[in-house]
T-cell receptor, first 116, second 114 residues
Framework: AQTVTQSQPEMSVQEAETVTLSCTYD???????LFWYKQPPSRQMILVIR??????QNATENRFSVNFQKAAKSFSLKISDSQLGDAAMYFC?????????????FGEGTQLTVNP | EPEVTQTPSHQVTQMGQEVILRCVPI?????FYWYRQILGQKVEFLVS????????KSEIFDDQFSVERPDGSNFTLKIRSTKLEDSAMYFC????????????FGEGSWLTVV
């Protein structure tokens, strides 16, 4: 079974600075997808960014980018120019590509605080 | 932008009662899911549903739980004989055919069992 680990329960960053959230995963599969979801106080789950394991190029979405290290099974999220609205719980998630409709497996989450 | 909608947003129920949580997945999606998040904990998979049957379920999804797609748009989660530990946020989600496609979540239904 796949597992996802986020070793930082809490992180903080100053507004306009850069922060990196860590995520590692364990799998025996070679084809899969990785996601970062954001959960603000409203508790809605919002997709931030996704990465296909077969792609070597790291995904980017505006101020959000990932550092995907397949051999190390590491998938960190970098938030540049942090904004107050980035404050939220961030979840890393894994999804197998080997079966259609496969489940998401989540990490424990990292609570990000943005200080003005 | 299409979205997953859930009702109710919050429900309080007496222990032992039955609860039905409702969801309208995104219209062209074929896979439907329920996830649970106990306060302060991570999001946990409950069940996935495809072609009018359960395709996968977790160990959490025991006989107390059931899912149904009663018509062409709704997807429901029924929880029988609710217990205090069933208090949680329940998320409905959906995705389209390809396994790599993103799973989109609803805003959640917060269930409080008293």
């Amino acid at each position: 079974a796949q597992t996802v680990t986020q070793s930082q329960p809490e992180m903080s960053v100053q507004e306009a600075e850069t922060v990196t959230l860590s995520c590692t995963y364990d799998t025996s599969e070679s084809d899969y997808y990785l996601f970062w979801y954001k959960q603000p106080p409203s508790r809605q789950m919002i997709l931030v960014i996704r990465q296909e394991a077969y792609k070597q190029q790291n995904a980017t979405e505006n101020r959000f980018s990932v550092n995907f290290q397949k051999a190390a099974k590491s998938f960190s999220l970098k938030i540049s120019d942090s904004q107050l609205g980035d404050a939220a719980m961030y979840f890393c998630a894994y999804r197998s590509a080997e079966t259609s409709g496969s489940r998401l497996t989540f990490g424990e989450g990292t609570q990000l605080t943005v200080n003005p | 932008e299409p979205e997953v909608t859930q009702t109710p947003s919050h429900q309080v129920t007496q222990m032992g009662q039955e609860v039905i949580l409702r969801c309208v997945p995104i219209s062209n999606h074929l896979y439907f899911y329920w996830y649970r998040q106990i306060l302060g904990q991570k999001v946990e998979f409950l069940v996935s549903f495809y072609n009018n049957e359960i395709s996968e379920k977790s160990e959490i999804f025991d006989d107390q739980f059931s899912v149904e797609r009663p018509d062409g748009s709704n997807f429901t989660l029924k929880i029988r004989s609710t217990k205090l530990e069933d208090s949680a946020m329940y998320f409905c989600a959906s995705s389209s055919m390809h396994s790599g496609n993103t799973i989109y979540f609803g805003e959640g239904s917060w269930l409080t069992v008293v």
